[in-house]
């Protein structure tokens, strides 16, 4: 199996598509505005103390102040707070943290008003995203992930991955990083670390040091509380520090700046592959090369179409997640087939579901209505092959076989909220109005669009974005409508055939990839 990964930029926002074999199997979606990364740390301010909640809320700069409950304080809590206190109150001194007081460990019965109060200052890592009306989720138990490590200030125990079987190789990385690590730092050793040499891990963990060591100067120049003292790494970095694995054949990004992002941190994990970051010069948008728009117009919305006419029904609720899963027009034979139908139509909607789960990355509660069958083989049967095609999705996840009455309960962790995509495209032309003028006159408005574009503004270079139809018709014959433009205005005019632009809209854009605003104050009445 060959993976793909293609970053597409745009101005405002990042959407990462990840391809398994051409099939697009994960997608994510986020603004470069966005703040509140799953890892990002800040230093926030307790705003409020809930006894009853044995929680307390605090002000991280979100528009809900998130929720911070006595469990997630951690352990080291105290060992913590005290740090924080010296760091603060010197704001010219560095205080190394081998030379840190070690507190005793905080205890799992407690409550939250004999750990803190309103107003104290406190370091916090976002563990959730804010969810719909509910803020950001907190830790206090910090750490920081690299590909191969993941560094926890104020503990001095080494732990390795349960997924590395091999005692010796448990034995050998244990013994390896007990070895090179400071003092005062706990060390986690991810899966991908088995057979890496000394070198590889030593590097990581020098970057992961420096990271808190920044933290720490960041919180000593901190003038305004809530402050951000730690940033996630770029999105795409970050997916790709969790993700990178051999197979993966080519990463296409079509932005310079992301590009040497990329390629910089692939340079640094695997120098040998460095050569699969690409940089798309491509006329046609990224997504549109590799078939990306297409699968995404087709595998979000309501309904899920699959193979053999059989599709699933997708229905999000506040609570949860619920799934209906349809043999749709499949010609049904004799009653004797129908067990065998059913579960050829199960079969495949359990491999569509596992798929759509990473896509879309519902999480929390999943329930899904699977065609009724008799026998329990076939039930069982059911079970394994959804289990086995979870086994590649990253995040956890717990599968229940079938009840009685043909349901499975899936649960999948939450960090982030589902990738909801429209699908259906509003009426560009009338905006939902109902009317439209007539079709045969579309041609003529882009062109008063170009003679006013060339002629008033005296914009020379820029491409006109057109449905696939539309483009084409366009360049049609010889003396093509596309020729006579350009002789008429410029040859700098060029146009795009772009698979997410309805049938009668248009789009300017510049050299830079800037979109020009041509739409008259009438058009967006």
């Known amino acids: 199996m060959t993976s793909e990964l293609i970053v597409n930029v745009q101005p405002g926002e990042v959407a990462i598509a990840i391809t398994e074999d051409k099939q697009l199997v994960e997608f994510q979606k986020e603004e470069q505005t966005a703040s509140f990364s799953v890892g990002n740390i800040y230093l926030g301010r307790v705003k409020k103390i809930m006894p009853g909640l044995n929680a307390c809320f605090v002000d991280v700069g979100s528009d809900k102040e998130a929720f911070l409950h006595y469990l997630d304080l951690g352990p080291q809590f105290y060992s913590l707070q005290k740090y924080l206190k010296q760091v603060i109150s010197d704001r010219k001194k560095t205080f190394p943290l081998s030379k840190a007081s070690i507190m005793p460990e905080k205890g799992k019965e407690g409550n939250i008003s004999d750990a803190l109060q309103t107003g104290q200052e406190i370091l916090v890592q976002v563990t959730k995203e804010p969810i ?16 191969y490590l993941i560094l926890i200030p104020f503990e001095d125990k080494v732990s390795v991955s349960s997924k590395i079987k091999s005692p010796e190789e448990r034995t050998r990385l244990k013994q390896l990083l007990q070895s090179i690590k400071p003092k005062h730092f706990g060390i986690i050793v991810r899966t991908v670390a088995e057979g890496k040499r000394v070198a590889e891990l030593d590097t990581e963990l020098r970057h992961l040091v420096s990271c808190w060591e920044a933290l720490v100067s960041k919180t000593q120049k901190a ?21 990178f694995n051999p197979s993966y054949e080519c990463i296409h990004v079509n932005n310079q700046e992301v590009w040497k992002n990329i390629k910089n941190y692939v340079s640094l994990i695997a120098p040998e592959r460095a050569d699969i970051v690409k940089l798309y010069r491509g006329e046609l948008p990224i997504f549109d090369h590799f078939g990306i728009t297409k699968q995404i117009k087709s ?20 609570a949860l997640h619920v799934v209906d899963v349809n043999s749709g027009n499949r010609a049904r034979n004799n009653a004797s087939n129908q067990e065998e139908n059913a579960l050829e139509v199960n079969l495949g909607a359990a491999d569509e579901l596992a798929r759509q789960l990473r896509l879309r990355d519902m999480g929390g509660i999943i329930v899904v209505d699977f065609i009724d069958m008799d026998k329990s083989e076939n039930r069982q049967l059911l079970y394994e092959r959804m289990t086995q095609n979870m086994e590649h999705d990253r995040a956890k996840h717990n599968i229940l076989p079938l009840s009685k009455f043909g349901l499975m309960q899936i649960t999948r962790q939450r960090v982030r909220p589902a ?7 509003q009426c560009p032309v009338c905006f939902g109005k109902g009317k439209v003028q007539s079709s045969i006159l579309f041609t003529d408005t882009i062109e008063s669009k170009i003679d006013n574009l060339v ?27 596309y020729r006579k433009w350009q002789l008429k205005y410029g040859f700098g005019i060029r146009i ?11 789009r300017f854009y510049d050299n830079e990839g800037k979109e020009i605003d041509m739409k008259e104050e009438t058009e967006m009445k």
């Open 223 to 243: 003038t305004k509380i809530p402050a951000v003292v730690h940033e996630e790494s770029d999105r795409t970095v970050a997916l790709l520090r969790d993700l």
């Open 299 to 318: 595998s979000f919305g309501k309904i899920v179409s699959f193979k053999g006419g059989a599709y699933l029904v997708i229905e999000h609720t506040e």
């Open 455 to 481: 002629n008033s503004l005296g914009v020379s270079k820029f491409k006109i974005h057109l449905h696939p139809y539309v483009a084409a018709y366009t360049k049609k014959g010889i003396l093509s409508l």
């Open 496 to 506: 795009v055939p772009d698979q997410n632009i309805a049938y009668l809209e248009y």
């Open 132 to 147: 719909n009306t509910k803020g950001p989720r907190l830790t206090c138990e910090l750490s920081f992930a690299g590909r």
């Open 419 to 425: 990738i909801n995509m429209p699908v259906e495209e």
